[in-house]
């Protein structure tokens, strides 16, 4: 999803990836990666999604089989939009 992304003009792309393997095949995909790219931002980070926090600039979180339970994440990013209210999209 990370490489989709990078066919748009974000400002920056963040896969947060608590699997080591998971985590380490996207930073080699990211190395590879010579398709369309209109964003030269593109990061994997190995970290629990809770632990890496949520940025406060205006979001799109992909989620795709994301940890159980997902309540706290969501709550999570309620808190973050409460204190600093901003555009997030959810997928």
């Known amino acids: 999803m990370l490489l989709v992304a990078a066919g748009y003009p974000f400002k920056r ?3 947060v990836e608590f699997a080591k393997e998971l ?3 996207a930073v080699r995909n990211i190395q590879c990666f010579r398709g369309r790219c209109l964003c030269n931002r593109i990061e994997s980070i190995h970290a629990d999604a809770l632990a890496f926090g949520v940025p406060m600039d205006p979001l799109v979180i992909f989620l ?3 940890l159980r339970p997902l309540v706290p994440l969501m709550e999570e990013i309620s808190l973050s939009l409460i204190a600093f209210p901003r555009d997030v999209w959810l997928v």
Do not use: E, K
Request: hydrophobic share 35%; proline share 11%.
């Open 13 to 15: 792309i963040v896969g």
């Open 23 to 25: 985590h380490n095949i």
């Open 64 to 66: 795709h089989n994301p």
